[in-house]
């Protein structure tokens, strides 16, 4: 156990819809980072907030969005879902901003019919 | 951006034998690079990592190497066990990129009993 949480752990929605994943960081981690696993594309990195604020963005889409709560924990926000969409979508975090060691959570499976 | 590329992609080892899965990176600037032993379903799992300031780390049965000047590094498993069966990461980061990490494609290892 990582001490990284997540939920939900499977999520199955319809496209068009909109769906939140939540990630709590291990106790005392600052930093938060989110990515998506798919068959296709492997494990992408999609944003990273520190603090509350966002650090870093990678191929997210527009209409994926996330955010950092004051007590650190994370939501990402998926709309106007797509059939591609379908993924294992992961938190991690570490100690601070620029510190290596990542640490991940167990996931949501998001399936969108 | 970072590329990381990883190969093989399927290797099936005998029990006992020894691993080497290998990994290039393109951005000289990365600087720490980690590995991540992910089981069917389950979160991907930090197991070992080397900055870029040592050639070598070793931690029991695992090994990895880096050469800074090939842009390359490599996990080295020994002794393998049916256990060690699983699909490994490579990865890498940079400070200056809020160290996101760049994963490799994923290599799936079957150990034979």
């Known amino acids: 156990d990582s001490g990284v949480t997540q939920t939900p752990k499977h999520l199955i929605t319809a496209t068009g819809q909109r769906v939140t994943l939540r990630c709590s960081p291990r106790s005392g981690d600052l930093s938060v980072y989110w990515y998506q696993q798919s068959l296709d594309q492997g494990l992408q990195f999609l944003i990273q907030?520190?603090?509350?604020?966002?650090?870093a963005k990678g191929n997210i889409l527009e209409r994926f969005s996330a955010q950092q709560f004051p007590d650190l924990h994370s939501e990402l926000n998926l709309s106007s879902l797509e059939l591609g969409d379908s993924a294992l979508y992961f938190c991690?975090?570490?100690?601070?901003?620029?510190?290596?060691?990542?640490?991940f959570g167990p996931g949501t499976r998001l399936t969108v019919t | 951006g970072e590329n990381v590329e990883q190969h093989p992609s399927t290797l099936s080892v005998q029990e006992g034998d020894s691993a080497v899965i290998k990994c290039t990176y393109s951005?000289?600037?990365?600087?720490?690079f980690p590995w991540y032993k992910q089981e069917l379903g389950k979160r991907p799992q930090l197991i070992i990592d080397?900055?870029?300031?040592?050639g070598e780390k070793k931690d029991q049965r695992i090994a990895v190497t880096l050469n800074k000047t090939a842009k390359h590094f490599s996990l080295h498993i020994t002794e393998t066990q049916p256990e060690d069966s699983a699909v490994y990461f490579c990865?890498?980061?940079?400070?200056?990129?809020?160290?996101?990490?760049?994963f490799g494609g994923g290599t799936r290892v079957l150990v034979k009993p």
């Open positions: 991690a975090s570490s100690v601070a901003l620029l510190s290596d060691e990542q640490y």
């Open positions: 080397i900055r870029s300031n040592v």
């Open positions: 990865a890498a980061s940079k400070k200056a990129a809020g160290n996101k990490l760049t």
């Open positions: 907030y520190y603090n509350g604020e966002e650090r």
């Open positions: 951005d000289s600037a990365s600087n720490y």
